[in-house]
Structure formats: structure tokens, C-alpha cells
């Protein structure tokens, strides 16, 4: 950068001695001072002209990472609000179709074991038949299958505020406890789930036994980068290619051992609470194998 200036030293010097800023008149009509001038020209070190815009030039990346930095944070806590909006929203979903599946499956069971129960006493006491007493208890039986299914939804309906660190291992224990199988457990993990975890299990388990005739069951737990895989495979009959696809539907029966059709139904619908998931497969050389993938805990 150069600057420059015009100076007239005798008009400065005639200013100065007379105290008024103005030269004298006869100095002005005989030296006529605005001819003499100088010039001066100046160069302003790069050092100089540049010391300031350094400190603008800091000034100014310090206020764009902040608002970057704001940007961000705000993306961030839009972001964070969007994900717990699309989770209430699948939760709250998630609640309808458990509650359509008590309107359309458990009331109208419930009612109809009751009169089944009805009836079977009113044969029972005309005839004392002993098949009608039989049937009223089998009618019992199956009521409080129903009333503890709904137990088991009301688990499945839990918001998550009771979830806490399980391990995998004791839950399974807990869960066969009263099943007639050989249990083999290999590997450990601890995952985020709260009572209804037990009552999958329980699921698998009696599922297993009632319907594939079942003696053995392998559990085997691997931890994986960010997850923990389940591997919950019987040694039974196994479940038909054809209807793999359709037994976590609510209400899906299939074969003769069909009950409720919902003890799947809410092994997915609890697995998907927890943020895992759950599929089937055949097991080799027989049987079937459930694999749960549930989050693992950081």
C-alpha cells in the first residue's frame, strides 16, 4: 500500500509564526508559497497493513466456529428430537396393535372358555357326566392360559422405564426352569430388558416342547461389534419352510398343538421393544433355531 500527500512548507511555516493559521499578506504576494510544495510519497510495511487484518482475520474464524458450533449442536438436538418422536411413535403403535389383539383375540376366547365352562357344568349336573366335568376343566385350563397371555401383554406394554442390565445366561436358567428339557448355555452377555425378556424364553421353550416334541435345547450367546446375538435352537420336529414367515403374525395357528397363536407374537413384539429383532430358521440335522440380536450395552 502507498500512500501520499501534498505539503506546503511555507504555508505552514507563515501559519505557524503568525498564531492564526493564515500567512502573511505580503508573503503570499511576494514568495507565493502555493508554488512551492513537496510530495510526499509512503510505503506502509506489509507488517503494518496486515497486522490488523490478522487480528480481524481471528476475530472472524472465531465467530464462524461458533456458529458453526451452534449449527451443529441445534442439527444435533433436532436431530435427537426426531429420533425420540419416531420411537414414541412406533411405541405408541406398537401399544394399538397389542391392545386390537386383546379386543379381537383374548376377550372373545375368554368369554367363550367361560361358557364352555358354563355348559359343561349345566351337562354335568342334569347327568353327572364325568367327560362333562373334563370338559368344563379343560375350559378352566385354557382360561387361565388366556389370563396369563394377558399378563404377558401387559409385559410387552411396558414403556421401558423398568429395563436394567440382565444377564442373558440367568434369564434362560430362569425361564426353562419348569420345562422338561436339557438346557446347554454357551457364551454370556448382559443386555437392557426388564420381566417380559423371561416370559420370550418361556415362549420358545414351551413352544418347542408342545409343538416339536422337543428334548433339547442349545442357547448360544456371542457378543458381536455393537450387539448380542441369541442363538436358541431344539432339537424337535421343526418348523414348516412354508409357514417360517407367518408364526410371529398375532393370532397365527398352525397344526393341531396351536393355541393362542400369540406366544410369538409377543416374542416379537417384546424383542422389537428392547430395539433387536428376532427370525427363525431350520436347525441342522433337526429341529428349528430362533436368533435374537438385541443391542449390546456400551
Request: net charge neutral.
Amino acid at each position: 500500500l502507498y500512500t501520499s500527500t501534498t505539503i506546503n512548507p511555507y504555508v505552514m511555516a507563515q501559519s505557524s509564526s503568525s498564531g492564526n493559521n493564515k500567512a502573511f499578506s505580503p508573503s503570499l504576494t511576494k514568495l507565493n508559497p502555493l508554488k512551492h510544495k513537496w510530495e510526499l510519497y509512503t510505503a506502509v510495511p506489509e507488517s503494518v497493513l496486515y497486522s490488523g487484518s490478522s487480528q480481524l482475520l481471528i476475530y472472524t474464524i472465531v465467530a464462524d466456529s461458533m456458529i458453526v458450533f451452534a449449527v451443529i449442536i441445534i442439527l444435533l438436538i433436532l436431530r435427537r428430537s426426531s429420533k425420540e418422536r419416531l420411537e414414541s411413535e412406533i411405541k405408541i403403535n406398537s401399544l394399538n396393535d397389542i391392545l386390537q389383539v386383546i379386543n379381537k383375540i383374548l376377550r372373545p376366547d375368554l368369554a367363550n372358555s367361560f361358557t364352555a365352562v358354563k355348559n359343561s357344568l349345566e351337562v354335568y349336573v342334569d347327568d353327572k357326566s364325568a367327560e362333562a366335568l373334563e370338559n368344563a376343566n379343560g375350559a378352566v385350563e385354557s382360561g387361565i392360559r388366556l389370563i396369563n397371555k394377558m399378563r404377558q401383554l401387559e409385559s410387552a406394554m411396558s414403556n421401558g422405564e423398568d429395563q436394567e442390565s440382565l444377564s442373558v445366561g440367568d434369564v434362560v436358567n430362569k425361564a426353562v426352569l419348569k420345562v422338561p428339557l436339557e438346557v446347554t448355555i454357551d457364551g454370556s452377555a448382559r443386555v437392557m430388558a426388564d420381566q417380559a425378556f423371561e416370559v420370550v424364553f418361556k415362549n420358545l421353550a414351551s413352544n418347542a416342547v408342545r409343538h416339536g416334541g422337543a428334548k433339547k435345547i442349545k442357547v448360544t450367546i456371542a457378543k458381536l461389534d455393537k450387539s448380542i446375538r441369541i442363538e436358541f435352537a431344539d432339537d424337535g420336529s421343526g418348523i414348516p419352510t412354508e409357514v417360517q414367515e407367518k408364526i410371529f403374525e398375532e393370532g397365527f395357528k398352525s397344526g393341531s398343538t396351536g393355541n393362542t397363536g400369540l406366544g410369538l407374537y409377543l416374542a416379537k413384539k417384546t424383542i422389537e421393544r428392547y430395539a433387536g429383532s428376532i427370525k427363525v430358521e431350520d436347525n441342522h440335522p433337526k429341529g428349528a433355531k430362533f436368533i435374537i440380536v438385541l443391542p449390546a450395552i456400551d
